[in-house]
C-alpha cells in the first residue's frame, strides 16, 4: 500500500483504532531508530488484541527491548491478563496460547 492510499484510509479509523495505529507508527520508528522513543526505550509493550475476561482484561501484547548491543529487539506476541487484587493493579503473564481464558483459569486457581 502507497502512502496516498494510507493517507485515505485514515479517513475511516474511529478514534481507538487511530490510538493503536499511532502507537504502532511510534513502535515501528524506535525499532528503525528514527525517533527520540528508541533511545527511550527499556521494555515498551505493543497491544495488538484486548479483551475483557472476568474482573480485567487479556491483551495480546509484543515488547520490545534494547539490546546491549543497543539494537532494539522484539519478543512475542505473548498473553498477559491485567487485574485488581486488594486495590492493586496486578498482571499475570498468560503465554503463547491459543485459549488464553482457560490459562487464566488454570493459573489463578
Known sequence: M????L??????????ALDR?????EYRQAVLDVSPLSKAIAST???LE???YGSGVLQLETRAYKRKDGQVSERGPYW?????????QKTL????????ETAVRA???
Open 2 to 5: 502507497d502512502e496516498a492510499a
Open 7 to 16: 493517507r485515505g484510509a485514515l479517513n475511516d479509523l474511529d478514534a481507538g
Open 21 to 25: 495505529l499511532k502507537a504502532a507508527i
Open 45 to 47: 509493550s505493543t497491544v
Open 50 to 52: 484486548r479483551r475483557p
Open 80 to 88: 498477559y491478563f491485567h487485574y485488581r487484587e486488594d486495590g492493586r
Open 93 to 100: 503473564y498468560v503465554g503463547n496460547t491459543e485459549d488464553p
Open 107 to 109: 493459573k489463578l486457581g
